[in-house]
């Protein structure tokens, strides 16, 4: 079983940057699909970006797509997501997720198909 530790969220100003962490625990983090998935007050968690355990496929929802880039590194056990540009819209509780299965397309947008999850971390985008 893996445990994910979100790091990196803050307080940035419309335009800014913030990079998020993601490290998890075990030695099978190179054969999980990793997602990003965010929250805002009021509405329901929504797919933000997602990295596929081989190739590093890379998907993204259309609202982030040219914004942010999602990123791994197996060695260090750690998803990374680079937020710039970013917009009051943004702001979020950010969870980072694990598919134990390593899949990809008709997969990694959905929330049901990931195994495990991280606290979360709060990013605020002011105007």
């Known amino acids: 079983q893996a445990q994910l530790v979100e790091s990196g969220g803050g307080l940035v100003q419309a335009g800014g940057s913030l990079r998020l962490s993601c490290v998890a625990s075990?030695?099978?983090?190179?054969?999980?699909?990793m997602g990003w998935f965010r929250q805002a007050p009021g509405k329901e968690r929504e797919f933000a970006a997602a990295?596929?355990?081989?190739?590093?496929?890379?998907y993204y929802t259309d609202s982030v797509k040219g914004r942010f880039t999602i990123s791994r590194d197996n060695a260090k056990n750690t998803v990374y997501l680079q937020m710039d540009s970013l917009k009051p819209e943004d702001t979020a509780i950010y969870y980072c997720?694990?598919?134990?299965?390593?899949?990809?397309?008709?997969?990694?947008?959905?929330?049901?198909?990931?195994?495990?999850w991280g606290q979360g971390t709060q990013v605020t985008v002011s105007s």
């Open positions: 997720a694990a598919d134990m299965y390593g899949r990809g397309r008709g997969w990694y947008d959905k929330a049901y198909g990931y195994h495990y």
């Open positions: 990295i596929t355990r081989s190739t590093g496929t890379t």
């Open positions: 075990g030695r099978t983090f190179s054969t999980y699909t």
